[in-house]
T-cell receptor
Framework: DGGITQSPKYLFRKEGQNVTLSCEQNLNHDAMYWYRQDPGQGLRLIYYSQIVNDFQKGDIAEGYSVSREKKESFPLTVTSAQKNPTAFYLC????????????????FGDGTRLSIL | GDSVTQMEGPVTLSEEAFLTINCTYTATGYPSLFWYVQYPGEGLQLLLKATKADDKGSNKGFEATYRKETTSFHLEKGSVQVSDSAVYFCALSNIGGGTSYGKLTFGQGTILTVHP
């Protein structure tokens, strides 16, 4: 079955440490996204990528970095510059960008819960 | 910019009760509208969608109609089950603001709890 796999499910970060969250999809989707979810709030976009080797900042990119070296993979690094990293992180993908992009739903992984030690 | 407003939660109902979760939006142009559902500890699943005015999306007994005149996309179900307990997100997808892709804007989510 096609889908989006996020790992690990739970992750702990020490002070001053960078951590990387994995996101892999086998849906052959062009576009991939990272969201942050905090209790009682909707999802906020961190970064998105419409094509391999290209990505754009979302609404809350500070303290995060990404890469898109393969179509299937879009890892997110939470750097030590992100002072409040405790949250639920969701990766998503969608079929295409461009003028038809707004009609395509995004498909989500099961998330990674990041906490501070 | 685009925005989505959902009714305040949490919503608590008895099994077989009627459900309405209100959703209104502000957007330029002609966005697509979605309802997503999130079960505890999981990611979001697409529940239904509508891409133009007067479209009705439906799935698993849930329905929502795209009302452009009232900028609304209210979620309804005639008879809820305990298994419907989850968080429900209304979202819109639009082109613009310097992007060429369908950027999703989410409401804050509504927690639904259904008791036997």
């Amino acid at each position: 079955d096609g889908g989006i796999t996020q790992s690990p499910k739970y992750l702990f970060r020490k002070e001053g440490q960078n951590v990387t969250l994995s996101c892999e999809q086998n849906l052959n989707h062009d576009a991939m996204y990272w969201y942050r979810q905090d209790p009682g709030q909707g999802l906020r976009l961190i970064y998105y990528s419409q094509i391999v080797n290209d990505f754009q900042k979302g609404d809350i990119a500070e303290g995060y970095s990404v890469s898109r070296e393969k179509k299937e993979s879009f890892p997110l690094t939470v750097t030590s510059a992100q002072k409040n990293p405790t949250a639920f992180y969701l990766c998503a993908s969608s079929i295409s960008h461009g003028t038809g992009g707004k009609y395509q739903p995004q498909h989500f992984g099961d998330g990674t819960r990041l906490s501070i030690l | 910019g685009d925005s989505v407003t959902q009714m305040e939660g949490p919503v608590t109902l008895s099994e077989e009760a009627f459900l309405t979760i209100n959703c209104t939006y502000t957007a330029t142009g002609y966005p697509s509208l979605f309802w997503y559902v999130q079960y505890p500890g999981e990611g979001l699943q697409l529940l239904l969608k509508a891409t133009k005015a007067d479209d009705k999306g439906s799935n698993k007994g849930f329905e929502a109609t795209y009302r452009k005149e009232t900028t609304s996309f209210h979620l309804e179900k005639g008879s809820v089950q305990v298994s419907d307990s989850a968080v429900y997100f209304c979202a819109l997808s639009n082109i613009g603001g310097g992007t060429s892709y369908g950027k999703l804007t989410f409401g804050q989510g509504t927690i639904l709890t259904v008791h036997p």
